[in-house]
């Protein structure tokens, strides 16, 4: 590379992509009022870049590509790919009471329950070096570090970590000057994601009125237990400093994903 020539704007048309999976579902009805749905997805996208016309399209996307021409350094997983992914849902419509009537009636009968559950593997994302190792004088420069093969680190990342998501131990700055690390793009994987949403309805027949007019009254649950699904380190992916010294916030989670728990109501006329 000649860090003499000036700044070269170009869109090319040279990446190619590969997709494979296996993707199932089931349905059963037990009775009783009872619907039950699954789904599951285990997957692997591969690309040599997710974006179009920039490199940062994605939030876990490099600002740029370091070495454009050699599309084996950019070679890794999509920046959308998640392996796994799997949902389950069920609604289940209580059943009625016939040996009671008036007021009570009306209060005991006709309720539904509904719940979803979907848990999925984290979405991938790549360390860093920050300042200039490589000598590209370019206005994003950066490279990545070296991966260190030890059997401690046959996992790159510490689970229920948060102050140190990324064992920065497992990577070391390139021994030799300005040469890319082996890291390599999208080699880490977040924290995995997992929400449980609930519905409570009840239905009001408006039978003196019409026998197809339904009256619902509904409570809507997000995120039933609160549960706090963090996002990848993007903020703290960067390990080394340009001189090879470390970064101390390197790995550090501090940011989550989805929201918290939400309820709604809400009234539905059927006719």
């Given amino acids: ?22 993707q199932a579902g089931v349905r059963i009805n037990p009775g009783h009022g009872l619907h039950l749905q699954g789904s599951y997805t285990w997957q692997k996208a591969i690309d040599d870049g997710s974006s179009t016309l920039a490199g940062d399209q994605y939030l876990n996307s490099a600002s740029s590509v370091p070495l454009w021409f050699d599309s084996a350094t950019r070679r890794g997983v999509s920046d959308f790919n998640l392996s796994q992914n799997g949902v389950l849902s069920g609604v289940w419509t209580l059943p009625n009471s016939h040996g009671i009537s008036g007021p009570a009636r009306w209060l005991v009968n006709d309720w539904e329950l509904g719940g979803i559950v979907q848990a999925s593997t984290g979405a991938p994302f790549s360390v860093f070096i920050g300042g200039d190792p490589l ?137």
């Fill in 1 to 22: 590379l000649n860090p003499a020539v000036g700044q070269l704007d170009a869109l090319t048309y040279n990446a190619n992509s590969h997709y494979h999976g296996l």
């Fill in 135 to 271: 000598g590209m004088g370019s206005t994003d420069p950066w490279d990545y570090p070296d991966r260190v093969t030890s059997a401690a680190c046959k996992s790159p990342v510490n689970p229920g970590n948060a102050s140190q998501y990324i064992k920065t131990s497992c990577f070391a700055f390139p021994s030799q000057a300005n040469r890319l690390g082996n890291a390599g793009r999208n080699t880490l994987v977040g924290p995995g994601n997992a929400t449980l949403d609930g519905s409570i309805y009840k239905n009001a027949h408006l039978n003196r009125i019409s026998d197809r007019l339904n009256l619902q009254l509904r409570a809507e649950l997000f995120n039933v237990l609160n549960h706090a699904n963090f996002s990848p380190p993007l903020s703290n992916d960067y390990i080394f400093n340009q001189d090879g010294s470390s970064i101390g916030d390197a790995g550090k989670l501090t940011s989550t994903q989805g929201s918290s728990r939400q309820i709604q109501f809400g009234l539905k006329l059927q006719f």
